[in-house]
């Protein structure tokens, strides 16, 4: 599965958007992206995934560059309960590539 | 529908004791995948269970073990407790197919604390 580059902490002013890069230059034609979040020491939250087009859902956006080099995730209006880590995963196809392989992620902070 | 649960929450053990935790997956779901994390290695994936057999394995030593049931619910031991093996364990569910893959989004229960001391 290719790696994945997030930078490792964002702030976001409250009620403002957020969003989020992840670079995954070395992405396979197949390999999906992936965003997912956690809230300190709670479970993992799937948010949204994609192959090549937009993808929007009721908790985000995700835009992928047309070479699929990079993306970003949109929190449209952040709010408080938006604090935790994001995780950015790109994950390929086959029985052997299912599990997700988490980096260090994005810790986003959003401000009153 | 109800999500992933995953029992007991917290966990007290001592070294050289063994554990098990325990994975309900959201209903329909036939794929269990279990992960470990720790403030010094991150989330890093054990082992995935699809149809009561293993399907893939991480890099972990034999003493995790795990197995599902013909209801999918999972189970995952851990041997000879180390003090290493203090971590927030997570179990994840998806629907899956036998051919796996990336359309297969994984949903993650709360987690087991455990504390080895």
């Known amino acids: 599965d290719a790696k994945t580059t997030q930078p490792p902490s964002m702030d976001c002013a409250e009620g403002r958007a957020a969003n989020l890069p992840c670079n995954h230059s070395?992405?396979?034609?197949?390999?999906?992206v992936y965003w997912y979040r956690q809230i300190h020491s709670q479970g993992p939250q799937y948010i949204i995934h994609?192959?090549?087009n937009n993808e929007t859902n009721e908790m985000a956006s995700l835009i992928i560059t047309e070479d699929r080099k990079s993306s970003t995730l949109i929190l449209p209006h952040a709010t408080l309960r938006d604090t935790a880590v994001y995780y950015c995963?790109?994950?390929?196809?086959?029985?052997?590539?299912?599990?997700?392989?988490f980096g260090k992620g994005t810790k986003l902070s959003v401000i009153p | 529908k109800a999500g992933v649960t995953q029992t007991p929450r917290y966990l007290i053990k001592t070294r050289g004791q063994q554990v098990t935790l325990s994975c309900s997956p959201i209903?329909?779901?036939?794929?269990v995948s279990w992960y470990q994390q720790t403030p010094g290695q991150g989330l890093q994936f054990l082992f995935e269970?699809?149809?009561?057999?293993?399907?893939n394995k991480g890099n972990f030593p034999g003493r995790f073990s795990g197995r599902q049931f013909s209801n999918s619910r999972s189970e995952m031991n851990v041997s000879t407790l180390e003090l290493g093996d203090s971590a927030l364990y997570l179990c994840?569910?998806?629907?899956?197919?036998?051919?796996?893959?990336?359309?297969?989004?994984?949903?993650f229960g709360p987690g087991t604390r455990l504390l080895v001391l």
């Open positions: 994840a569910s998806s629907f899956s197919v036998p051919e796996g893959g990336a359309r297969e989004t994984q949903y």
């Open positions: 070395t992405i396979s034609g197949n390999e999906y």
């Open positions: 994609g192959l090549k």
């Open positions: 995963i790109v994950r390929g196809v086959g029985a052997g590539s299912y599990q997700l392989t």
């Open positions: 209903s329909g779901h036939r794929s």
């Open positions: 269970y699809f149809s009561e057999t293993q399907r």
